[in-house]
Structures are given as structure tokens and as C-alpha cells.
């Protein structure tokens, strides 16, 4: 038995199935991603004042994923328009340049990006006590300025054992850059990571603290959505790898000598998935690095 | 994901050929065949299997509740000394119900019963069994997606089933998973970090939501792709329409849920705060989070799905009551185009109502005013479409048949359901009423003598088509009437304890509160809980008849033609049952789907493949009314 318009297309509608298919599992991820950008957009919303950070991630390499990835959707179509003119060779090289492109941006998100954040550690302090840290802090500026309170101090944590630790009563951090100098005007807009944290170091006495964290989903609402939209988005890239291998591999090429317009449709059909997760990203990038 | 790799790998082995499945026949195994099938009816038939069996033990999870609500603190006779035996030592010590154990019950009764039991029968099951052959189709559109579908469903089950058995047993938080509650149950000292009642039932949902995306993908491009030459929108069954319109709703109202989902399990595994404020106390300790999260968040997610979610529970029901109305009416079902347009609506508006569940919540009062006129501009279609299947009832020959006994008993049952939201739709009525047992009441109308009716109604009508045989027709009604006079000692009763205010989660039935101490009807509220009981367990026993039935009518029931009710639709022209492929020859649709006592005809139903004979396009020029 075979099922109508896999290959071909009705006239009627003027499509063939799969199409119409990935059409609406698109529309069912924009509601995936819309559920996770209404939720970010509602924490933030409903932040006190300090809590939601700026600046944290670093925008230089932020910005050449984005390339990579929006790179990776051009040579996609030029390997689904090498199908359409029958030329397997020039698709298998805009196969590879495809994956390639997904694997990079995995990598530097695996590898550089999510690990530097585990080893970073925020300080909260406590109402009470930011007074006492107003050297690192520069809050009577902002104040005057109608910024944001700094609630928190970052850096590299010395003493990581302080923090199980009771006997040990405060906990060094080699601060990040801005707080070192608070007051300087080029700090307001903040650091982006990852500038190594100074020499300088600050002792924080533990019953000023509110709690301390290291830079993972636990740290705040912000990084909570950071790591899961991020991740379930790399989760997205690594399965549009994964099919393209599998259409870059020697099984595909049986495919194609059998029936090209079906190799055709497959890479079209995946490429749609592809243009969505490289659209998911450019939400993704202003959101969390830029704003 | 991967659409395209549902198209029939082996397309190139393949010759056509016009008998088309018999060659595949020959060539699969019995696993292949029943098991691991790709054939839409197979599926579907296991959809309803599994989900049957996933309804019955769902309503034993609440008849053991019941016995909590009734009698309180005793311990349950006979069974409750193997319960522990099944369930662990913990739940039923002597046979006395744990708190902890009563929250589980609760909360699996409400999962199993929409997730596992009423979405599978009445979508995935009645939708593969039955839609594809309707609109005249071989098969789904992507088999291999549907099969995916199937499976993914059972691991979602299995994992919800497993959860029972873990330590601490399973999810306690509700079939609403509200939290902060959810966020922090089933956690620390006795429960495995991972294998615990709250994780798996996230877990177990993601599974579910992905098999509902794939049914509900699937359907709608059968649906647009599939449709046999002639049939047009316009002649498509409204059960047809009714699954279109249900399939959009799982497929765009899930995903915010799964979002919401992957949250709550990052804020379980991942110590993230999506829905914790700061400053949280529990068990006298504070809790080391960030906080930053929000309770309400969680709320608006859930209902975003929750809302549409229920109008799935029904429009399949109504599709099916629609078939069945006309057809033992013998006569074309009422206003054909409003009942089309009415459903397009509500699956339009149920996504702009969710917060009519949240009005505790002080949203203010611009928004709740919003969602209050959304609510009441819902309730329109509702009436549309039930007011038509009335009026389709009115000058007809009617034949109680089995089918129609439970299709004609949906129509007040739900009409109660309905009516009976209108008092919540408005927040000054509703904050008195919120979750008590009015709410219990008045959704059970719709989803028990509601859509199950609805379900039972399709399961006698399509068992022919299935088998080749029908269901005994006397035992049938030894199932409706009990069914039907149970139902109403069970919910009719909650109305009247939630106007006392019986909230609808307690423990102890209410007997504790003064209030329910207040008479109804001779009976205190809580002592009402005791007929309500025994109306359940009686229930209970209303339904062997049915399994019996059902099982001896596949080898035993009466032999019957392929239209044994004399039907219109395509459905009926493929042979009982129907091979793989489905129709031996491919059907053409020449009118539309409900054409019975047509003037001038000799049989009272003229099926879809009957071409207009030139007489009859005179006859009907003449007499446009009769044209729909
Ligand atoms: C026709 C008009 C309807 C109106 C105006 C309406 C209104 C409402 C409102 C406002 C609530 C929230 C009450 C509360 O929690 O305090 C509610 C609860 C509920 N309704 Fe309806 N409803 C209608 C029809 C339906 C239908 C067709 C279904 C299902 C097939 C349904 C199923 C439910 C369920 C399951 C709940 C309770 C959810 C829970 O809290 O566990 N309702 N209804
Ligand atoms: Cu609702």
C-alpha cells in the first residue's frame, strides 16, 4: 500500500505531506519557545529591583554563534538547491559545511560558554549590609543616577571550602572588574564574562550574606531560564545535526540515486526545522546577552 | 525530528498493485501485525485497549478513595488487607488509608483519566480507527509517526504506572501539579532524587505530550492530504471536523504545558526557582534557593494547556453523539454549517479563556473582566451545538439502538455540565464555589456521563466496522441503565456539598467541618458522601457487563454486513473489517455526509459513494431546501 502524496503534490492543496507535517510541528514549537520566552518575560517582569543582572554573558562570542548558525541556514538551502539542479557533490560539501557550522556552535556552548559559569560565584548580601560593601558595591551613585541597586558581588571564589565549611567565617573573592571600580561610568553597563577576575580580593563576612552561588540554573531566575532555554535550543541544534548526518551519510546517496525529488523533499523539510532553531536563537541572543 | 522519514522506506520494493494490502499481509509477522503495526486501525484499536484498561483502573483508584470519603479513618474491608500487598506497606496500614496515599489516589485518578484514559479512547482511538476511513484514506499520513505516537504513549504510561511503586508512591500534588507544593514534594529523606511520584510524572508527561503532538501532527495533515476525491470540506462528517479542531488544540496548547513541564523539573533536579519566591519555609527550615520564581506562573501555564484541554475531552465526544444522532434519527443532522462553524470557534476562543480557573489569583479586575466575557463568548457554541443535535432529534424516526441509548443520555448530561459553568464563568460567584465540589460536579457531568457516554456510544457503534460483528444489544442496556442512574447518585449530590462549601480535596470526606454537618435533602453533607459511594461501586459493577460483551461479541457477537446501521458514510463502504489499505475500491464522494430520507428514494440513507442521479439533481433543484 502506499500513502498518496508523499513525493508528489495534491492539487488541490498544492502540497505534499510532509511538508504540511513540519509546518505544524513548527507551529507547535513556537508554542514550546513561546511558553519559555513568556515565562522569561514574566520573571523579569516580576523582579525586584537588582535582581535580574546585565551583561553577564559574553557578547563577542554570543555573536559568533549567531553567525555560525545563521551561516549554517544559508549553506542548507545551497545544499537543497545543489539537490534540486542534481548535483550530489556540491550538496555533500553543503551537507558538511551544515553540520560543521551545528557542531562549532555546540562545542563553544559546551565546552566554553556553559562550564566558565560553574566556576564563577556571586554574593548576595543582605539588605542590611550593603552599606558595609558600598567600596565594591557603588550604590550611592547608582542611587542618584535612578540605577538599579548592586545587591551582589562576583568573583572568583578562594576559599571554595567556606562554603560548607562553619568554622570559616568569611569568603574571598577575587572580584570581577566592576567591583573593583564601582563608580567608574564605563562599568554601569557591565562587565561581559569572561573577563578574568582581578588580583583584587574581598573578604565577605558570612553573616552579611544572604546566600552564595555559583553562575548555574540555581543562581537566579535569570540564569535559571538562561540555562534552560539555551539548553533545550542545543538540544534542538544537536537533533538538526544528527538528521543531517544522517542525510550527508552514504545511505542517503542510495536514496538519491533512487528518487532525488524525495532526497530533495527530506532536506527541504529538515531545512524548515533548521531556519526555526537558527529563529529561535536570534530571540535567544538579544534576550539573554544584549537586554 | 524527522517528518519525512515516515514515508514508506521500502517505497522503491513496492509495485502498485490495486489489492493493496494483501501482499504486506503475507509478509508480516504476527508481531508486525498486532504489535508493532503501522496500520492506523491496529493503532487505533491499541490506543483503545490500552486506554480502557487505563480508564478502568483510574476509576478503581477512586473507588478505594470513595471508601476514605465515606467512612473515614476505617479500615476497608476484604481488599484493603492486599492493597498494601500492591500499592507498598505504607498506604494502607490495616487496611487504613495514609493522608499521603488518599493525595496520590487523587492525583493519579485525575492524570490517568484525562491523560491516559479519555485523550487516548476518544482522540488517538476513535480519530485513527475511525477518521482515515471516513474521509476515504488508505492510511495516516505518516504511519511510522503514528506508531512512534503509540509508543511513546505507552512508555508515558508505563512511567506513570511505575511512579506508584517508588518510594514515597506517586504524585500527590493533584492532576494540577500546583505549586509551590509540587516543587518541593516528594524530595529529601526517603525519596530518590530522580525516582520519585512528582519527577516521574513529569517525566511520564513528556512522554504523553510528545505522542499527543505526533497523533495530533499526523491527523491534521491526514485530514488536509487524505480526503478521497470529492469529498470536500463541506461534506466531511462532523466527526471529522470535531478531531480537525482537536488535533489543532493538542497541538498548539501542549507545548506551553511541556515548557512549564521542563521547568518544574529543572526546579526539582536543577535547584533552579521558575516557581519559587524567595523566603520559602519548609518543614521549619528555609529552603537555600534563589527564588525570583513565581507560583502564578506555573498557573498560567497549566491553564493555557488545562482550558483547551478539556474542550479535547469533548469535541471528539460530540462528533461521535453527532454520528450517531443522525443516523438513528434517519435523518441529516441539523444545521450541518453552524455545527462546523461553532466547533471552529471554540477551538479559536478556548485559547483565550485559561484564567477563568485562576480567579483566586486577584488578577485585577480589567483582566478578569477580559476572561470573564471570553468565558460567557464560549459558552455560545457550546449551546449552538448542542441545541442542533436536539433539534436533529426532532421529527425523526428515531431507533433506540444501544449507540443512540448513550448518545441521546450525553445530551442532558452534558447540557447539566455546561450549564452549570455559567455561575463560574463569574468571579463573584466562582470565588465561593472554587474548589469545592460544586467544581468536581459540574466538569464530571461533562467528562463522565459527558464524553465517557460519548465513548461508549462509539465503542457500540463502531464495533461492527471493527470486527465484523455487533455487541449484544441486551447486555448493552444492562450497561446503560445502571451507567446512567449511577452517574447522576454520583455527581448530582456533589453540587449541593460544594454550596455548602466541601472543599474538594479533603481527607476525612468533611466530617470534621461544622458545616458539612448542615442537612440537604435529610442527609448532612457529609453523610451524602456514603450513597455517592455506593453508587460508585455499583457503578463499578456496571461495567463488567461491558468487558464481557466486549470481549465475547469479537469472536461471538452476531455476524453483521459491512453497514449494519444503514449508514451514510464513507466508513461503511470499506469491508468489516477493514484489510490493510482499507477499501477495496478507492470511494469517490459524491454528496455530503448525511443524507438520509432523501424524497424519492426507495432505501432511506444514501451513502457518500452513491453518484447524484440525474432525476435526483432535477428534484433537488426544485426543492433547495433539501440540498445540504
Ligand atoms: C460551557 C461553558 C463552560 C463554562 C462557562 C465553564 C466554566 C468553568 C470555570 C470558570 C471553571 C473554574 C472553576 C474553578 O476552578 O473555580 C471550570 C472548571 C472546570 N471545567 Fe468548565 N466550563 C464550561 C464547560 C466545560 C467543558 C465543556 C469542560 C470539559 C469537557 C469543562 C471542564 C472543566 C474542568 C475539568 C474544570 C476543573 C478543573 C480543575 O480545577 O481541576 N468545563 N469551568
Ligand atoms: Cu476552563
Known amino acids: 500500500m502506499e500513502i498518496p502524496y508523499t513525493i508528489s503534490t495534491r492539487p488541490d492543496t498544492g502540497l505534499w505531506n510532509a511538508k504540511i507535517g513540519i509546518w505544524l510541528f513548527l507551529a507547535s514549537e513556537v508554542m514550546l519557545f513561546g511558553g519559555l520566552f513568556s515565562a522569561y518575560i514574566f520573571l523579569r517582569l516580576d523582579a525586584q529591583p537588582g535582581e535580574w543582572p546585565h551583561g553577564l554573558l559574553n557578547v563577542p562570542v554570543g555573536t559568533m554563534n549567531t553567525a555560525i548558525l545563521i551561516m549554517s541556514s544559508v549553506t542548507v538551502v545551497l545544499a537543497w538547491a545543489a539537490l534540486k539542479m542534481r548535483r550530489y557533490n556540491a550538496y555533500w560539501w553543503y551537507m558538511l559545511a551544515t553540520i560543521m557550522c551545528g557542531v562549532i556552535f555546540l562545542f563553544v556552548k559546551l565546552y566554553y560558554e556553559w562550564p566558565q559559569k560553574f566556576e564563577h560565584y556571586g554574593v548576595f548580601l543582605k539588605p542590611s549590609a550593603l552599606e558595609k560593601y558600598e567600596q565594591y558595591l557603588g550604590n550611592n551613585r547608582r542611587t542618584e543616577k535612578g540605577m538599579e541597586p548592586r545587591i551582589e558581588i562576583s568573583g572568583h571564589l578562594h576559599n571554595p571550602e567556606a562554603i560548607k565549611d562553619p568554622s570559616i567565617k568569611e569568603y574571598e573573592i577575587g572580584l570581577d572588574p566592576v567591583f573593583v571600580d564601582p563608580n567608574n561610568p564605563t562599568n554601569d553597563r557591565p562587565h561581559f564574562l569572561y573577563v578574568p577576575p582581578t588580583d583584587h580580593i574581598a573578604k565577605i563576612e558570612k553573616e552579611d550574606v544572604e546566600r552564595i552561588d555559583s553562575f548555574g540554573p540555581w543562581h537566579s531566575a535569570y540564569f535559571a531560564s538562561y540555562f534552560t532555554i539555551t539548553g533545550l535550543h542545543g538540544a534542538h541544534v544537536l537533533a538538526g545535526v544528527l538528521v543531517f548526518i544522517y542525510m550527508w551519510l552514504p545511505v542517503s546517496k542510495k536514496l538519491y540515486q533512487r528518487n532525488p525529488e524525495h532526497l530533495a523533499n527530506r532536506v527541504e523539510v529538515c531545512g524548515l526545522f533548521w531556519h526555526f532553531v537558527d529563529l529561535v536563537w536570534i530571540f535567544v541572543f538579544p534576550l539573554f546577552y544584549l537586554l | 525530528m524527522d517528518a519525512s522519514t515516515s514515508l514508506p522506506a521500502a517505497a522503491g520494493h513496492h509495485h502498485p498493485h490495486t489489492h493493496a494490502g494483501e501482499h504486506e499481509h503475507h509478509e508480516l509477522g504476527w508481531w508486525r501485525k498486532y504489535i508493532f503495526s503501522t496500520d492506523h486501525k491496529v493503532i487505533g484499536i491499541q490506543y483503545g485497549l490500552c486506554g480502557l484498561v487505563f480508564l478502568f483502573f483510574g476509576f478503581s483508584l477512586m473507588m478505594i478513595m470513595r471508601w476514605q470519603l465515606a467512612y473515614p479513618g476505617q479500615a476497608l474491608p476484604v481488599i484493603g488487607k492486599w492493597l498494601p500487598y500492591f500499592f507498598g506497606p505504607n498506604t494502607m496500614p490495616d487496611g487504613k488509608m495514609t493522608p499521603e496515599f488518599y493525595n496520590s489516589l487523587g492525583a493519579m485518578h485525575g492524570t490517568i483519566m484525562i491523560f491516559l484514559g479519555v485523550v487516548p479512547v476518544a482522540f488517538a482511538a476513535f480519530g485513527n480507527f475511525v477518521v482515515p476511513l471516513q474521509i476515504g484514506a488508505p492510511d495516516m499520513t505518516f504511519p511510522k509517526v503514528n506508531a512512534a505516537s503509540f509508543w511513546a504513549f505507552g512508555v508515558g504510561g508505563v512511567i506513570m504506572l511505575t511512579s506508584f511503586f517508588v518510594p514515597g508512591g506517586a504524585a500527590k500534588g493533584g492532576w494540577t501539579s500546583y505549586v509551590p507544593l509540587s516543587d518541593i514534594a516528594d524530595k529529601g529523606p526517603g525519596f530518590h532524587p530522580f525516582l520519585n511520584g512528582q519527577t516521574l510524572w513529569l517525566v511520564g508527561f513528556i512522554f504523553l505530550i510528545t505522542s499527543s503532538l505526533l497523533g495530533a501532527v499526523n491527523f491534521i495533515t491526514t485530514i488536509i492530504q487524505l480526503r478521497a476525491k470529492g469529498l470536500t470540506w463541506m461534506r466531511l462528517p462532523f466527526f471529522v471536523w470535531a478531531q480537525f479542531v482537536t488535533a489543532f488544540l493538542l497541538l498548539l496548547a501542549f507545548p506551553p504545558l ?93 485559547f483565550i479563556v485559561w484564567a477563568h480557573h485562576m480567579w483566586l489569583t486577584g488578577m485585577g479586575s480589567t483582566v478578569s473582566a477580559f476572561f470573564q466575557t471570553t468565558t460567557l463568548l464560549i459558552s455560545i457554541p457550546s449551546v449552538i451545538i448542542l441545541s442542533a443535535f436536539f433539534i436533529s432529534l426532532w421529527g425523526g424516526s428515531i431507533r433506540f439502538t444501544v449507540p443512540m441509548l448513550w448518545a441521546t443520555a450525553f445530551l ?87 454550596m455548602l462549601g466541601m472543599h474538594r480535596r479533603w481527607y476525612d470526606g468533611g466530617q470534621g467541618w461544622t458545616l458539612s454537618g448542615e442537612h440537604i435533602w435529610g442527609l448532612t453533607g457529609f453523610q451524602w458522601n456514603t450513597p455517592i459511594s455506593w453508587a460508585a461501586w455499583i457503578m463499578g459493577l456496571a461495567q463488567i457487563p461491558f468487558i464481557i460483551n466486549f470481549f465475547w461479541s469479537i469472536k461471538h457477537g452476531k455476524k453483521v454486513n459491512d453497514n449494519p446501521w444503514e449508514a451514510t458514510t464513507l466508513e461503511w463502504t470499506a469491508p468489516s473489517p477493514p484489510p490493510h489499505g482499507n477499501f477495496v475500491i478507492t470511494p469517490v464522494a459524491y454528496r455530503g455526509p448525511y443524507e438520509y430520507s432523501l424524497p424519492g428514494r426507495e432505501k432511506d440513507f444514501t451513502m457518500q459513494n452513491e453518484p447524484v442521479e440525474p432525476a435526483e439533481r432535477s428534484r433537488r433543484a426544485a426543492e433547495p431546501a433539501l440540498a445540504h
Open chain 2, 258 to 350: 511541556e515548557a512549564a513541564i521542563v521547568m518544574q523539573l529543572m526546579d526539582r533536579t536543577a535547584a533552579t526557582s521558575f516557581f519559587l519566591p524567595a523566603g520559602m519555609i519548609v518543614n521549619g527550615a528555609p529552603l537555600h534557593i534563589s527564588g525570583g520564581g513565581s507560583p502564578i506562573l506555573w498557573q498560567h501555564l497549566f491553564w493555557f494547556l488545562g482550558h483547551p484541554e478539556v474542550y479535547v475531552l469533548i469535541l471528539p465526544a460530540f462528533g461521535i453523539v453527532a454520528e450517531i444522532l443522525a443516523n438513528n434519527s434517519r435523518k441529516p443532522l441539523w444545521g450541518y454549517k453552524s455545527l462546523v462553524f461553532s466547533v471552529l470557534v471554540i477551538g479559536f476562543l478556548s
Open chain 2, 412 to 498: 442532558p448530561m452534558f447540557g447539566i455540565g455546561g450549564l452549570t459553568g455559567i455561575p463560574l464563568a463569574f468571579n463573584s460567584a466562582d470565588l465561593y464555589l472554587h474548589d469545592t465540589y460544586y467544581i468536581i460536579a459540574h466538569f464530571h457531568y461533562i467528562v463522565a456521563p459527558g464524553t465517557i457516554f460519548g465513548l461508549f456510544a462509539g465503542i457500540y457503534y463502531w464495533f461492527p466496522k471493527a470486527t465484523g460483528r455487533t455487541m449484544n444489544e441486551f447486555w448493552g442496556k444492562v450497561h446503560f441503565w445502571p451507567s446512567l442512574i449511577c452517574m447522576n447518585v454520583i455527581f448530582l449530590p456533589m453540587f449541593l456539598q460544594g
